[in-house]
């Protein structure tokens, strides 16, 4: 009795551990999958709030050049959002 009572809590434990790691992969996968997505939202922030810096402002309306910096902003503020979130979060110069 005492022994098949030791065996079933191995198994539990057994079975437990199994489920833990299944989960931790899970995770770790889940991190992975999100840490790439924070990298392309953060490229792409800066790539477009590049194209709107890079417009010719001496041919624009006063109207189109308000556009073009609300959205310059709005797009770094973004990538500054995610930025915790990419692999270059901790990279200093």
Known sequence: MKGEIIVKKRNLLIIALIISLLFNAYNLLSLKSQKQASNQLFA?????????????YNELNIDDKNYHNIMASTNLNTALNVLNLTAFAHIEN
């Open 44 to 56: 792409y922030s800066l790539q477009q709030a590049q194209t709107y810096f890079g417009t010719n």
